[in-house]
């Protein structure tokens, strides 16, 4: 049974920054990439920055210059370091991983709000 668990999330000022963690626990062999997206109340899950397997990087256009997304393979954790954050990062941001044969992980979620 392969577990995610996302943290790092909360109320933060505007031009703040937060850094989200994903811990990934169980049987995970290899990942083929591994992401985080988020989801505004009213909204659709949308991207926020992926992470191959061979290191490419993906940003969403709102985001880019302002996250980080890296992996700490030795800890099973993914994070993304997000800088300079606006009103309108205001999500609930997800952990996603693909990993071999189609199959895809999704954690539950930590919430980050920002707000002065």
């Known amino acids: 049974q392969v577990k995610l668990v996302e943290s790092g999330g909360g109320l933060v000022q505007p031009g703040g920054s937060l850094r989200l963690s994903c811990v990934a626990s169980g049987s995970i062999t290899s990942i083929n990439t591994a992401g985080w997206y988020r989801q505004a109340p009213g909204k659709q899950r949308e991207l926020v920055a992926t992470l191959t397997s061979g290191g490419f990087t993906r940003y969403a256009d709102s985001m880019k210059g302002r996250v980080t997304i890296s992996r700490d393979n030795a800890k099973n954790t993914v994070y993304l370091q997000m800088n300079s954050l606006k009103d309108a990062d205001t999500a609930v941001y997800y952990c996603?991983?693909?990993?071999?044969?189609?199959?895809?992980?999704w954690g539950q979620g930590t919430q980050v709000t920002v707000s002065s």
């Open positions: 996603r991983l693909d990993v071999p044969r189609g199959v895809v992980y």
